[in-house]
Nanobody, 117 residues
Framework: VQLQESGPGLVKPSQTFSLTCTVS??????????WSWIRQPPGKGLEWMGV???????YYSPSLKSRTVISRDTSKNQFSLQLRSVTPEDTAVYYC??????????WGQGTQVTVSS
């Protein structure tokens, strides 16, 4: 299984950005896998953001729930992250991964998102 993130590298404060994870070698609808977004701000640890399951159900980190939407396009075998009202504190390397908050196995290489005016 391979995952690849794509999206904008630079976002202005207060804007919304979206990232897409393209999955190959496995279907995002295969029971009972889940697909997560995880980020790592500079100098900090990993932060799990949310997950979309094989059946399309979603669950978000409580700290980000109000600003985050995870969706999917099964025809393209992709899932996406939308983060609203961003601030410089949202600057991070963003990863997509197979799994949930307690266990992941395959990860994308990560994509840098910088929030700056």
């Amino acid at each position: 299984v391979q995952l690849q993130e794509s999206g904008p590298g630079l976002v202005k404060p207060s804007q919304t950005f979206s990232l897409t994870c393209t999955v190959s070698g496995g279907s995002i609808t295969t029971s009972y896998y889940s697909w997560s977004w995880i980020r790592q701000p500079p100098g900090k640890g990993l932060e799990w953001m949310g997950v979309i399951a094989y059946d399309g159900s979603t669950y978000y980190s409580p700290s980000l729930k109000s600003r985050t939407v995870i969706s999917r396009d099964t025809s393209k075998n992709q899932f996406s992250l939308q983060l609203r009202s961003v601030t410089p504190e949202d600057t991070a390397v963003y990863y997509c991964a197979r799994g949930s908050s307690w266990s992941t196995d395959y990860w994308g290489q990560g994509t840098q998102v910088t929030v700056s005016s």
